[in-house]
């Protein structure tokens, strides 16, 4: 929910390159009307599993990091990630976050900010 994106590893294990995103990524933040759009469906898995979650998985590979991340689209709206704090970028994720998966989202940032992970809670 920090706005990292990861594009190429599933669980630890890399299914693909980097390629030319970070390239593009880069260059439109670096451009003065530059501005990188990652356009996604909200799920995975046939709708069982968000594709924003609350933090990346260990040994997911960070294809864009979270201060190269500007508008985040999916079938529920738009995302603007750009010069926003880590909450004003975790709310604007949640809320194109499939509607399914908001509340599971919310619940895991507000613990990861209390510093309560998944294996100590």
Do not use: C
């Not at 880069?26 to 530059?34: F, L, P």
């Not at 898995?45 to 968000?50: D, H, L, N, Q, W």
């Not at 960070?62 to 704090?85: C, H, M, Q, W």
């Amino acid at each position: 929910l920090g706005g990292q994106v990861n594009a190429e590893s599933i669980g630890g294990m890399q299914v693909s390159a980097v390629g030319g995103q970070f390239d593009f990524v880069e260059a439109a933040m670096h451009g003065s009307t530059g501005r990188s759009i990652l356009a996604l469906p909200s799920t995975a898995a046939g709708g069982k599993r968000s594709r924003i979650v609350h933090r990346l998985a260990p040994g997911s590979a960070v294809t864009i990091p979270r201060y190269l991340a500007d508008k985040v689209v999916t079938e529920f709206g738009v995302a603007d990630l750009r010069n926003r704090s880590l909450r004003e970028r975790a709310e604007a994720l949640i809320a194109v976050a499939h509607p399914d998966f908001r509340d599971a989202l919310a619940r895991g940032f507000e613990e990861s900010r209390r510093g309560v992970t998944p294996d100590r809670a």
